[in-house]
């Protein structure tokens, strides 16, 4: 069985999680309290992770780190989600690599500062980063205009990768993904149709926080 260090504020984990769940493979749960800063300790950092991050998988004694990494193994380790075709396969790759540069990466600062920091967000650096996220937001709403998913015909890892931040309660970024770009919130709906699929707040432990900003 397979167990993924995680936390339920935690999109990265999230996207580990769905593709678990939609591998139909059994795992376990490991709560991480990052929030009490766990992961800043350097016991945690030797025995798990020396990024100090969540999402950890371990399958028995493989332990991987890096949420992009884990979605890759896990797809070519069961065959799944991970594109039919070599050119897809790259295209995968290049979709996890915005997502991880930009697409993930400015909105889960700012939805973290608005409801989980330890203190107020500083406005002008929230201005910046809504500007990125409007645009890399801008990008991925244009190619998913004329398609269903971001690669190929099938849903693949790069959709579970870029979505695993947008399942979360607006109130906890402020900012209306599936109203402000519609083709987005259509593929969100689809893939929430994929069998496994499950609120992160259900399928991870720590609970809801409410937050403070």
Partial sequence: MYQLHCF????????????LCALQQPWEAKFVDFMSGITRTPQWRDDLNEMGEAPVLDDRAKRITQSGAILTYLAQKHGAFNGKTEDERLDVLR??????????????TYRFMKSFAATAPDPAVMTWLKGRMDSAFSIVNQHLASREFLV????????????????????????DVAALYPHIGTWLQRLQQIPGWANPYEIMPGGVIAPKW
């Fill in 8 to 19: 339920s504020q935690s999109g990265n984990s999230y996207k580990v999680a769905f593709l």
């Fill in 95 to 108: 979709w996890l690599l915005f997502d991880n540069h930009k697409f993930t990466s400015y909105f889960a």
């Fill in 152 to 175: 190929g015909d099938q849903p693949t890892i790069a959709d579970m990768s870029l979505s695993g931040y947008l399942f979360y309660p607006i109130e906890e970024s402020g900012y």
